[in-house]
């Protein structure tokens, strides 16, 4: 299969992305200091995914400062690898499960050292060779988790577990995610079918539901994980479509004021991963920084500070014992059970991504 058909499904949305001109998002604490220097490792994240201890704990240990550059979904992270040279501008990425295959076909990562990450057996079984990578050949796992509904309980204390708060029973303003594949994927559980369709029938009818939901006058428009959990926690919304760990953090910052639910439907199911470009200017200190999360005490620090679970199995005991109980993060067997993981669509994210273009055009 050419380089050219796997880089056709981002193409509209990398002309999209183009249009906008979305600016490079950075960490305010190195915004402005000017190009990477040569001995700092660029780190390209989300925002309020990884806390500043482990940062300054790296460069004590390295003599390595981290330079944190900051996205807000998928699709502006494979716009900066893409277009804005980020192959060889970053040396260390937090990329989806579901990118793992289309960014090795678009040349944009390289594969893993293994004899580098002494500490990658720390790993759980179930993520040692996961099916969207086998062996880790070109990514580690970071964190793992879910998409559910983050709402105030305060105003709506008999809020039903479904998708239909979003796409037929609003019962106050609401905020959909800014990730084409999560809000799709919701919008496809709740009619019925699984987050990986590739019918376009479905994906158009997934499209129509967003849509209408976007056009309700509860609506708050898109926002990215954290500004949803933002836009509830503030009182500005009343719902969220949210990752896990933005809800849980939330919930903590309430006092308990709000609450999250995986929907009775079912939901989505999602690993990060940590990969390295193609062209990264310093790929051993990204390997070294990679081990270093995979350390089971790093490795916890993580999850305690993101309320994301942990896929090291040996930081799983050093994890704070309420977080571990926590269904919001570790779900059940019964409703782990109700989670689809999101693939790589190959070709057919085109799909995906003509819908989605459709959607947050109109």
Known sequence: MTVLRWLAPWLPLAL?????????AEDPGTAGQG???PGELNLLIYSEYIPPELLEEFQRRS???VRVSLFEGNEEMMQKLQLGGGKSQFDLVVASNQLIKTMGHLGLIQKLDHARLKNLGHLAPRFKDPS????????????????GVLYDAQ????????WKVLFEQPPGSFVLIDEMRDQLGAALISLGHSVNTTDPAQVKAAGERVLAAKQRPQALGFEGGVGGKNKVLGGAADLAVVWNGDAVRAIEESQGRLAFVIPEEGSIGWVDCMVIPAEAPRPDLAHAFIDFILEPEVGAKLSNFTKYATPNQAALPHVREADRQNPAIYPSEATQAKLEYLVDLGADQRLYDEVWTAVKSR
């Not at 999209?16 to 490079?24: D, N, V």
């Not at 086998?134 to 988790?145: D, E, I, K, L, T």
């Not at 105003?155 to 479904?162: D, N, R, S, V």
């Open 132 to 147: 969207y990578d086998p062996g880790c050949a070109w990514s580690v796992p970071y964190q793992w988790g879910s998409v």
């Open 16 to 24: 999209s992305l183009t249009l906008l001109g979305c600016p490079p």
């Open 35 to 37: 190009p990477t220097g």
């Open 155 to 162: 105003k709506l204390p008999q809020l039903a577990p479904t």
């Open 63 to 65: 003599g390595a400062p």
